[in-house]
């Protein structure tokens, strides 16, 4: 079974880059929504923005240990409100500099640059690090986090911009002819997010399917269709926005059963 | 409240022309050898003699199939019926095993009833029959001698409901059951037959027959005749009843009220999914919502499906009867049932 | 009277904080599995907007003179959000620890979050909300809404996971696209223009 | 002989879900004679370029969902030919193409197809385009004018009553107008005799009940009573407001969509009531024309919660008796 695994790549990977492609913070836990929906209108802003993440992200994540040692036990609550007031602080510098950079930018972003400081994907990957007692393990934990977020931030920003201005990091793009405003507005955020988050779904689907199907067509291999069976079944009980769990389990029965008649 | 109480459907009653033909007869001699004592000409009617000659005769209820002897006895502890009603309501459709035996054996039925009437004295006793009959060719009498007969109205599933309806107080006997009864008391005889409708558009000539208990299912198909091969062949109703796979081994039973044999067009195949047109909460008749039901059930939903109420399903399939979709809905719904445990084991997980 | 429930109105319906600003606390998710929950958070992130407003009002208006207003905005803002919740988790903690019992595990989710300082900063922004009144309503009509959107959310999580939808689309996307066909009927309200 | 027997019930009844949607397909064929009446040949052009549309999305959607291409679905064309005739005459044909594939693509297709969608696929797809291109959808040209396919800038765009209403202005039609129809407008929306008509069908057909339409007009006509402007009366007012914009098109054909209305009688009831009162609020306070239709879409929402509490309220009821039998017992 060991072998299988290793010789398995789409799983090792999906391992290795766990954060970015599986259980991706904004795709699958719906971190982050704001700046995605509403904020992220051009690929100038969604890389602003991904700044402002990274730059609010690696600091609290580094600092927050240290501190909390040195907190009693009895004030372990002030956890959560010193994350934001750090952060606070991080937005300072970070604005500065994105300022710099493009000023036109941090008007049409407006009041969603100082929510940085607050915006859930802080407080979940402060709460996925906060066991972690390896600063390295924990920097690596943030990079991928952040990378999963930045991800969906530019493909978003690069749609918005494509279709609502027609140009491209600012550039006019000759054959884009139809402009849509409508696709500024935060309705259509949703709706392009929701898309993106079920092409993300499916394509992980697609390749489990090839994996099985391909398993199939390769003779008696009946322990690797169990195995890939149980792959599914797992990946599906990790993310807790399917459907109510007995669905699931149900359904992952009936698959097995089918699979190892 | 009562405007949007829409609960239930009127079903196209298609009783003609069974209902209108003569009582025809296919019987065995064998059950006629055995005799019970008639009642003498001044003899006392009680309800103990009555009880006797029930059990004696072995008449069946055919409403339920519990033998009449053990319902009178049942009203030997309590007080009188406040009435006695001699059903005759066949709701469903192509069914009439009840309707037309009263109609052409009226003079034994209302032997029947009269001798349950002096029995149990009641305030009142009439025969009940379905009002929404209003378009067949044969009308049903006002009055058989002195007995008014009712029209009850109502939507399908109706019987149990208007009984429920009339009282607590009331005895409900089927008009065979009185045929059969009155027939004891006169000649002695002992119940050995029953009234089946025999219909469904693949019958030549559909058509009410006094059947043997016992006889296979097929020797009434030939004698009514197959126009074609049915796809679908059923005893007591074409909506709730019993599916019959082979006809040589299926037997008449006392309370077999229909055998319906039919074929169905291709267009009555699923050919969509639910578009939720609603017309399935309006005639569900427990007041549920089959729809959400269904999909529940279909998704294997198990505590969506109990919140929804599937416990208090009884099955109609009213539902089913009514979607524009064609789909199974009760059948679904009542295999679930069955398969789920009722309701202690369905916390939240 | 007329003038505070316009503003209230405003902000619950046309600049919903949810829909038209797509700010979001805990995890949508998480949110919206049961009635008893949105009901505690919204409750209380209403009440931290309504004691925060009139507060946050007084402090904007005296900051607004300096030079650095453009850095410190924010900053000020969130330091009025964290005084108090910690003014309000330590008065729980100690007077009324039934109280505490129950929403204790809520408050720092509810008190700091896009929602309530995303409001501030919006009042501080908005030229028309120009007395303590209007800051008031605001944000009351800001946290109802926020709640009435989780619910409505909630009311139609059982209708999305009755629909035949395919498996990619089932669970949150499906609910970012019915969030999103809401925020656009919404747009009636506000007509085409981009939020600040 | 061996019958294997189909699940019960084995009779059905004569109703089939392809005609349901035909129905209302049939019903749409008239106000789009007024069309051509009244725009000429264009109108015709624009209705079948977008059913076109819509078709080609469904099929391409359902062939994504795995259910293969079902030929018999007619609710694409009704969803296409809603939104053609919402439109001016003078629209560029790929705005209602575009408002179709929107309906269809992110409206029905995610949530799994016909009968399973929340909103109102038409409606949300005229939201879309009407954000978008909102310039272009508020000016109409003069009935009585056929129109060439190729529209340039010399037709003249007017303004609708609807507009002018908003505005705080009293359009000046004269009654015998209103009633032809024959004032600028969206091309099917401005016959309310020709849709009146038709809704008679869909009633006579039971595909439509009563009360939905009925609760909804009926709210609409409450408000527009009291609230008016000075110069009118009470009546004045209320025909204005029913025929100028387009709420008796959204009342017959969008409303009583059976998808997207909630499932029990009082139910319906509810959310006919609620669409009337915020779509009057969208006219007062709205930003955008069209009003009836956002707040179609935003009363969608509220759809499964009214059935819901209704459903809450059946079951408490339920209860009771059957706590009540078992006291009597």
């Known amino acids: 079974m060991k072998k299988m695994s290793k010789r398995n790549y789409y799983r090792r990977f999906l391992s290795v880059t766990k954060g970015i492609f599986l259980k991706n913070p904004v795709l699958t836990m719906g971190f982050a929504v704001p700046f995605v929906v509403v904020a992220t209108t051009s690929l100038q802003t969604a890389v602003g923005l991904s700044i402002g993440l990274l730059l609010t992200l690696v600091p609290v994540g580094l600092i927050m240990p240290l501190l909390m040692a040195k907190i009693p036990q009895d004030f372990q609550w002030v956890d959560y409100p010193l994350c934001a007031l750090i952060a606070a602080f991080f937005v300072l510098p970070t604005r500065v500099i994105v300022g710099n950079i493009s000023p036109a930018l941090m008007d049409s972003v407006g009041v969603y640059f100082s929510l940085l400081c607050v915006s859930t994907l802080l407080f979940a990957a402060r709460g996925k690090t906060r066991k972690e007692p390896d600063l390295a393990k924990v920097l690596l934990e943030l990079v991928k986090i952040w990378i999963g977020a930045a991800m969906v931030l530019l493909l978003v920003g690069v749609v918005r911009e494509i279709f609502g201005y027609g140009t491209l990091w600012g550039k006019a793009l000759p054959w884009v002819k139809l402009r849509f405003s409508g696709v500024m507005v935060s309705a259509f955020g949703f709706i392009l997010l929701g898309f993106v988050a079920a092409l993300g779904k499916k394509i992980h689907r697609t390749i489990l399917a090839a994996q099985i199907w391909t398993a199939r067509n390769r003779g008696p291999i009946k322990e690797k269709l169990i195995e890939l069976a149980h792959k599914m079944r797992e990946d599906e009980e990790e993310t807790p926005e399917e459907l109510p769990k007995e669905t699931v389990e149900e359904t992952s029965k009936e698959n097995q059963g089918k699979e190892q008649e | 409240m009562k405007l949007w109480n829409t609960k239930g459907i009127i079903l196209e009653q298609k009783k003609e022309p069974a209902l209108s033909r003569d009582l025809q007869q296919l019987l065995t001699e064998q059950g006629e050898s055995a005799k019970v004592e008639t009642l003498a000409e001044n003899e006392e009617v009680t309800l103990d003699r009555l009880i006797r000659l029930c059990n004696e005769a072995s008449i069946v209820d055919e409403r339920d199939g519990e033998p009449l002897g053990d319902i009178l006895m049942g009203w030997k502890l309590r007080a009188a019926p406040k009435l006695i009603v001699g059903d005759a309501v066949d709701d469903e459709p192509y069914v009439s095993n009840q309707t037309n035996p009263l109609m052409k054996q009226s003079a034994d039925a209302a032997y029947g009833l009269r001798l349950l009437q002096t029995a149990l004295k009641p305030q009142k006793a009439y025969f009940a029959v379905y009002r929404e009959m209003h378009y067949l060719n044969s009308r049903v009498p006002t009055k058989i001698e002195e007995f008014v007969v009712r029209k009850m109205g109502g939507k399908y599933p109706m019987e149990r409901r208007a009984f429920s309806r009339l009282g607590d107080d009331v005895l409900a006997v089927g008009v065979g059951a009185l045929i059969h009864l009155a027939r004891a008391a006169k000649e002695g005889r002992v119940q050995s037959s029953c009234f089946v409708t025999v219909a469904g558009n693949c019958i030549g000539t559909p058509c009410n027959m006094e059947v043997t208990i016992g006889t296979p299912v097929s020797a009434l198909l030939e004698h009514c005749g197959l126009i074609t091969d049915p796809t679908s062949l059923s005893l007591n109703s074409a909506m709730v009843g019993k599916a019959v796979e082979d006809p040589e081994q299926t037997l008449i039973q006392a309370n077999t009220s229909a055998v319906i044999a039919i074929r169905e067009a291709k267009k009555n195949l699923r050919h969509m999914d639910c578009i939720g047109c609603s017309r399935c909460v309006e005639v569900c008749p427990e007041g549920l919502n089959p729809m959400e039901l269904y999909r529940a059930t279909s998704t294997n939903r198990r505590q969506t499906a109990f919140e929804l109420g599937l416990e208090r399903c009884i099955g109609c399939a009213a539902c089913s009867y009514i979607c524009p979709s064609r789909l199974e809905l009760s059948h679904l719904i009542r295999e679930k049932q069955e398969k789920w445990p009722k309701g202690e084991h369905c916390h939240d997980r | 009277m007329m003038d505070f429930l316009a503003v209230f109105a405003a902000a619950m319906a046309a600049e919903n904080l949810f829909f038209a600003r797509a700010f979001d606390s805990y995890g949508l998710r998480e949110l919206t599995r049961e009635p008893k929950r949105i009901l505690v958070f919204g409750g209380l992130t209403t009440a931290v907007l309504a004691t925060a407003g009139p507060i946050a009002y007084g402090v904007n208006r005296l900051i607004a003179g300096s030079s650095m207003y453009y850095y410190i905005n924010g900053l000020a803002h969130l330091l009025i959000l964290v005084l108090l919740f910690a003014a309000a988790y330590l008065l729980l903690q100690k007077y009324a620890p039934k109280v505490f019992d129950l929403i204790g595990q809520y408050l720092p989710y509810a008190a700091i979050n896009c929602g309530t300082l995303g409001s501030l900063l919006l009042v501080a922004k908005d030229p028309d909300i120009n007395t303590v009144w209007r800051a008031l309503a605001y944000h009351c009509g800001a946290g109802v809404g926020f709640t009435l959107a989780m619910l409505l959310l909630w009311s139609l999580n059982r209708r999305l996971s009755s629909c035949n939808a395919g498996k990619s689309f089932r669970g949150f996307p499906l609910q970012l696209i019915t969030a999103g066909l809401i925020a656009l009927a919404l747009v009636g309200l506000t007509g085409n223009q981009l939020p600040a | ?329």
């Open chain 4, 1 to 329: 002989m061996i019958v294997k027997s189909k699940p019960f019930p084995q009779i059905r009844a004569e109703e089939r879900s392809s005609l349901v949607m035909l129905d209302t397909a049939i019903a749409l064929i008239p106000p789009f004679f007024m069309a051509v009446f009244y725009y000429g040949i264009r109108s015709l052009a624009l209705g079948a370029l977008t059913v076109l549309a819509a078709l080609v999305t469904n099929w391409i959607s359902s062939l994504f969902n795995g259910r293969g291409i079902e030929w018999w679905d007619a609710s694409p064309v009704v969803t296409g030919m809603i939104i053609a005739l919402m439109m001016p005459a003078s629209i560029p044909f790929y705005i209602p193409m575009l408002a179709a594939v929107f309906a269809i693509f992110v409206v029905k297709f995610p949530y799994g197809g016909t009968g399973n969608n929340v909103f109102n696929p038409a409606a949300a797809g005229l939201a879309f385009v009407t954000i978008c291109f909102g310039t272009q959808l508020s000016g109409y040209p003069t009935p009585l004018e056929p129109l060439s396919l190729v529209v340039d800038e010399t037709v003249k765009l007017v303004q609708g009553p609807a507009a002018i209403l908003k505005m705080g202005a009293i359009p000046t039609i004269s009654t015998e107008q209103l009633a032809l129809g024959n004032f600028a407008g969206p091309m099917g929306t401005t016959n309310i005799l020709v849709i009146a008509a038709c809704l008679v069908y869909l009633l006579v057909r039971k595909n439509v009940k009563w009360y939905v339409p009925a609760a909804y007009l009926g709210t609409v006509c409450v408000f527009a009573s009291r609230i008016h402007h000075e110069d009118i009366g009470a009546m004045e007012s209320i025909i204005l407001e029913l025929v100028a914009g387009s709420l008796m098109f959204v009342a017959v054909y969008m409303l009583t969509e059976p998808v997207t209305l909630p499932k029990r009688p009082m139910a319906k009831i509810f959310y006919a009531v609620t669409a009337g009162i915020v779509t009057m609020l969208f006219r007062y306070y709205g930003a955008v024309h069209y009003s009836a239709v956002f707040a179609l879409l935003l009363t969608n929402a509220f759809s499964p919660l009214f059935d819901h509490l209704v459903e809450r309220g059946n079951l408490i009821e339920l209860m009771e008796r059957r706590a009540d039998h078992e006291e009597d017992e």
